[in-house]
C-alpha cells in the first residue's frame, strides 16, 4: 500500500479556495487516489477519485501531479461546513481503505 | 436513502460484559465493512464482507471479536468479553460491486463505545 503524507492541519478563511496537499511518493500505476472527509462526530464521506487526469465534482476538484507522486484537493470556496480531517488514500484496486492521519481543516469565518 | 444505519450510537458497558453492534447497509449494497477508530490508532478496518460472506478479517483484534452477516441487509459485531481498550467509535460502511477500486464507500454515524 502507499505510504501517504499529509499536512496535520490548515487554515482557510471562508469563501476562499483551499488546497490540500498528498504526497504519495510509492503510488503504483493502477492506483486510484480517493480524497475521504470526516466531519465532527460523524463517519467519513467521499470527496473525490481520480487516477490520471484532473477531476471535478460538484464537491471539489482534484489535480494530479503528472508523475502520480502527489495530488491536491481544491474546495473553490470554503464554508464553515468543510470544517473537517480530509483523507488521501490512495487504493491498490481493492478494497482496503488506509486512512492516514489526514488534515485537519478549520475554517474562519 | 436512509443511508447506512447502525445501533446503538451510544454504549456505554462495564469491562466483561458482551456487546452487539448492529449495521443496516444501504439497500443494494453488496459490500459490508466494520472499522474502528480510535485516537491512537486512527480508523483501521476490521472485517470486510462481500455478498455476506466474510472476506478478510485480518484485522480483527483477538478472539473476543466476531462478526456476522446472516442476510444481506442485516450485520453485526460482537465483543465478548469487552475489555476497557475496546473503547472506540465503530463504523459500518457498505458499498456496491465487488472489489472495484473506484465504488465508493458510505460510512454510518458510528456507534460510541465505552467500557468502564
Known amino acids: 500500500d502507499a505510504k501517504t503524507t499529509q499536512p496535520n492541519s490548515m487554515e482557510s478563511n471562508e469563501e476562499e479556495p483551499v488546497h490540500l496537499p498528498c504526497n504519495h511518493s510509492?503510488?503504483?500505476?493502477?492506483?486510484?487516489i480517493h480524497w475521504y472527509r470526516q466531519l465532527p462526530s460523524q463517519g467519513p464521506e467521499y470527496v473525490i477519485h481520480g487516477l490520471t487526469s484532473n477531476v471535478n465534482n460538484r464537491m471539489a476538484s482534484l489535480a494530479i501531479a503528472e508523475d502520480r507522486k502527489s495530488s491536491t484537493l481544491i474546495l473553490h470556496r470554503a464554508t464553515l461546513r468543510d470544517a473537517a480531517v480530509y483523507y488521501c488514500?490512495?487504493?491498490?484496486?481493492?478494497?482496503?481503505?488506509?486512512f492516514g492521519t489526514g488534515t485537519r481543516l478549520k475554517v474562519l469565518a | 436513502d436512509a443511508g447506512v444505519i447502525q445501533s446503538p450510537r451510544h454504549e456505554v458497558t462495564e469491562m466483561g460484559q458482551e456487546v452487539t453492534l448492529r449495521c443496516k447497509p444501504i439497500?443494494?449494497?453488496?459490500?459490508l465493512f466494520w472499522y474502528r477508530q480510535t485516537m491512537m490508532r486512527g480508523l483501521e478496518l476490521l472485517i470486510y464482507f462481500n455478498n455476506n460472506v466474510p472476506i478478510d478479517d485480518s484485522g480483527m483484534p483477538e478472539d473476543r471479536f466476531s462478526a456476522k452477516m446472516p442476510n444481506a441487509s442485516f450485520s453485526t459485531l460482537k465483543i465478548q468479553p469487552s475489555e476497557p481498550r475496546d473503547s472506540a467509535v465503530y463504523f459500518c460502511a457498505s458499498r456496491t460491486a465487488g472489489a472495484s477500486s473506484y465504488n465508493e464507500q458510505f460510512f454510518g454515524p458510528g456507534t460510541r463505545l465505552t467500557v468502564l
Open positions: 439497500s443494494g449494497h453488496n459490500s
Open positions: 510509492t503510488i503504483s500505476g493502477t492506483d486510484y
Open positions: 488514500i490512495p487504493t491498490s484496486g481493492t478494497y482496503k481503505y488506509i
